[in-house]
């Protein structure tokens, strides 16, 4: 089974970018499509954006379109998430993980992560 671990949380102010890193250790990372997820305090945890095994193919969630980016390197077994424009409501802790499918029911496979927190300062 493949391991997913996250990193480069932080803290950033309002407007200011952060990327966030998923590194694979175990299985083949180049055939699986993999997500990111956030959960805020006090809410569900959310999708946030997926790339399909090849990278060829990438979805968002609707708070994020247009201000995050995901992107994966096979070769390098890491997928990473660009964010741009931080809100204050993007604070969480973001998780990746393993999907179904990238594009389509986006449901994630495998048990979760410690995450990384994102706090966005206003």
């Known amino acids: 089974q493949v391991r997913l671990v996250e990193s480069g ?3 950033v102010q309002a407007g ?4 966030l890193n998923c590194s694979a250790s175990g299985r083949s990372f180049s055939n699986i499509d993999v997500g990111w997820f956030r959960q805020a305090q006090g809410k569900e945890r959310e999708f946030v954006a997926g790339i399909m095994w ?14 995050f980016t995901i992107s994966r390197s096979n070769p390098k077994r890491t997928a990473w998430l660009q964010m741009n424009r931080l809100k204050v409501e993007d604070t969480a802790v973001y998780y990746c993980n393993r999907l ?5 029911r986006k449901t994630p496979l495998d048990s979760w992560g410690q995450g990384t927190q994102v706090t966005v300062s206003s």
Do not use: E, F, P
Request: proline share 0%; aromatic share 8%; charged share 30%.
């Open 9 to 11: 949380g932080g803290l």
């Open 16 to 19: 200011g970018s952060l990327r």
């Open 54 to 67: 090849d990278g060829l193919a990438k979805s968002y969630g609707d708070d994020v379109k247009g201000r």
């Open 100 to 104: 179904d499918h990238a594009l389509y």
